[in-house]
């Protein structure tokens, strides 16, 4: 069910997905993510493996020009994120005008995915959305991971 992210709120909301009973180690992993907001250049999306405590931050406010955190004014997220996304970095995708980032192309997050390689798979996965600044709302409707054993 979609999650309401509460609006400028740094410690946000948690989706969860639990892999088992997988035990392959991770070569290559990807996510998928679903959160319609209405000022995505306002959000910080990290991932984190609970069992092994690796996390990494996919999004950190997105910029339509870096440094510029959080001008990025484009509405929604409905993006893949993959180290070797062929539309480039996710926090440089933002044009003018309230663009929906949408996959495909894929797009490399803002730390890499590789932290989480030779990993297992197996395990809870935590997807963490928080809104930085007031005003704007959204959702975390859902996430999922790709991986290649």
Not at 94 to 120: I, K, R
């Amino acid at each position: 069910a979609p999650i309401a992210i509460p609006d400028n709120n740094a410690t946000g909301i948690e989706g969860q997905l639990t892999i088992t009973p997988q035990t392959a180690a991770i070569q290559d992993l990807n996510i998928k993510i679903d959160a319609p907001h209405t000022y995505v250049g306002d959000l910080i999306v990290t991932l984190r493996h609970v069992e092994t405590g690796s996390t990494v931050t996919l999004i950190d406010r997105m910029a339509r020009t870096p440094p510029t955190i959080g001008s990025c004014n484009a509405n929604n997220l409905d993006i893949t994120l993959d180290d070797q996304g062929t539309g480039g970095a996710i926090e440089t995708i933002c044009g003018p005008g309230p663009n929906t980032p949408t996959s495909p192309p894929s797009f490399v997050p803002n730390n890499p995915l590789a932290l989480f390689n030779g990993e297992s798979i197996a395990g809870t996965w935590e997807l963490s959305v928080s809104d930085r600044v007031s005003i704007d709302t959204g959702t975390l409707n859902s996430f999922c991971i790709e991986w290649n054993p």
